[in-house]
């Protein structure tokens, strides 16, 4: 216990499967935490789940630069620092060829998941406390290109670039900058891609994405979880600029 003690940690995608799971982790080991979110429905719902007087939540749009500095001032009033960013805020788009994809679900995708983490550095970076630490939201689909997904893939592997210029960028102020790359989570986001790849058979995709997972089977957001707080704690001290697989071995199959 106390591996973040007096360390204040800001979540963005903070109500979904994995920054909920993060945030029980981060607070279980001394934390003060920012959750911040775009859907008002499921704040309400982790507040009731997160009853702690350490969580401050905050309803922003990461891909706005006016929300990210509305929930940059709300976290630094609220807890006075801010030691730990996570960028995980994330949305999957639609499963269609590039032929055939929506440009305005394309241009969403693009805001939320490449804007909304270029935001978050240039301006939450910058007031972080120094030996910080960064870490972002990539996915094995920020490694390797999976057919349907083109809106997606090319937003998780241009989050790896901005990582890799953050961590040179702020390496003086010994503040790490590191993605880490999930393979398939038994989360909602994965329910939706499966609905949306097979409507009449979401259960064969889950069938075909775990049988390409050596482990077989999905990780838990808790797992994830687990690997973000060794990043966000002092364990991580000399590791920057680098990408984190926690895939079951999907990408070495």
């Known amino acids: 216990m106390g591996r973040l003690k007096n360390k204040v940690a800001v979540i963005t995608g903070g109500t979904g499967g994995i920054g909920l799971a993060t945030a029980n982790l ?14 008002k429905e499921a ?36 807890f006075g620092k801010i030691d730990i960013f996570f960028a995980n805020a994330g949305i999957e788009g639609v499963s269609r060829p590039i032929a055939d994809y929506p440009e305005d679900i394309f241009d969403k995708v693009i805001a939320v998941n490449l804007k909304g983490v270029w935001l978050g550095c ?45 961590a040179a960028e702020n390496a003086t102020r010994k503040i790490r900058v590191n993605t880490i790359h999930p393979g398939p989570v038994d989360n909602d986001m994965m329910r939706r891609i499966e609905s949306d790849m097979s409507p009449e058979s979401p259960d064969a995709v889950k ?3 775990t049988a390409a997972v050596p482990f077989g089977r999905y990780a838990t957001s808790k797992e994830i979880g687990e690997y973000a707080l060794f990043l966000a704690s002092d364990e991580s001290k000399f590791i920057t600029g680098c990408t984190h697989l926690i895939d079951g071995g999907m990408l070495n199959a």
């Open 26 to 39: 981060f607070l279980e080991q001394g934390a003060k935490v920012v959750l911040v979110d775009n859907n």
């Open 43 to 78: 704040i309400e719902k982790s507040r009731a789940l997160l009853d702690n007087k350490n969580v401050s939540y905050f309803q922003a749009d990461v891909s706005k630069k006016e929300d990210t500095i509305k929930f940059l001032n709300h976290s630094l009033k609220t």
């Open 122 to 166: 240039q301006y939450v970076i910058p007031k972080m406390e120094e030996g910080g630490s960064v870490i972002i939201t990539s996915s094995v689909a920020g490694l390797k290109g999976f057919i349907g997904l083109g809106a997606y893939v090319a937003t998780k592997h241009a989050v790896v670039g901005v990582m890799k210029v953050a």
């Open 207 to 209: 069938d075909g994405f």
